[in-house]
């Protein structure tokens, strides 16, 4: 009996046994211009055994690419696509540069020291207040949301003022909206969401 533990490892397990063996067969054959048939049906068989890759945009190339990575780049034969190497997919990917920007206040996040910079540079006056009136709202939500406290509107314009190096006020007479800190009792059945129901064991009666 064959097993699979003695049989070469599947490369790419999706396409099956039987078309690696297909295309190993077709590495072996000397005529190019057989073996480029030979890879052109392959590519055919590949295609209907996996028609979700027509979902895929330009999946024929895919399909190519596969082809070639299942022969272990042994394959000569004439693509219609740039020939893949193996370098080419071992390369590692370049590593993502992270902006090194601090925060000043966590609470308020990258976004409203977005806002407030865009506000700064504001041309129209009153577009500017009516911005600056929405960012010092949002500042406070998100100190209560933050915190889970109340907060006195005259810290969220300090730094208002602080992050906006003095260039952002709003009129004295406003008064931001009133944000509800969130009770015990909401605390305690958000927390109890977040746990889950108890699963209590039970105790049936069979009767026989």
Do not use: C
């Not at 969220?156 to 004295?172: F, N, Q, T, W, Y």
């Amino acid at each position: 009996m064959d097993y699979n533990t003695q049989r070469n490892k599947l490369i790419i397990s999706e396409y099956g046994r039987n078309i690696q063996r297909m295309i190993e067969y077709a590495t072996e054959i000397e005529d190019r211009e057989e073996r480029n048939r030979a890879a052109r049906a392959i590519i055919d068989v590949m295609g209907n055994l996996n028609p979700h890759l027509r979902d895929i945009h330009d999946f024929t190339h895919k399909l190519w690419d596969h082809l070639f990575i299942i022969s272990d780049f042994n394959l000569d034969v004439d693509s219609p696509y740039p020939i893949p190497t193996r370098q080419s997919f071992e390369e590692k990917p370049k590593l993502l540069k992270y902006p090194n920007r601090k925060i000043k206040y966590m609470h308020y996040g990258k976004i409203i020291e977005d806002m407030i910079e865009k506000a700064i540079n504001w041309e129209d006056e009153a577009e500017k207040e009516v911005m600056t009136e929405m960012i010092a709202n949002q500042m406070k939500k998100a100190y209560v949301s933050w915190n889970q406290d109340n907060v006195n509107d005259d810290t969220i314009l300090a730094h208002l003022r602080e992050m906006s190096d003095g260039k952002l006020e709003v009129k004295p007479d406003m008064k931001l909206v009133h944000v509800q800190e969130p009770s015990s009792n909401q605390q305690r059945t958000y927390k109890k969401k977040r746990k889950g129901p108890k699963r209590h064991n039970q105790k049936r009666n069979y009767k026989n």
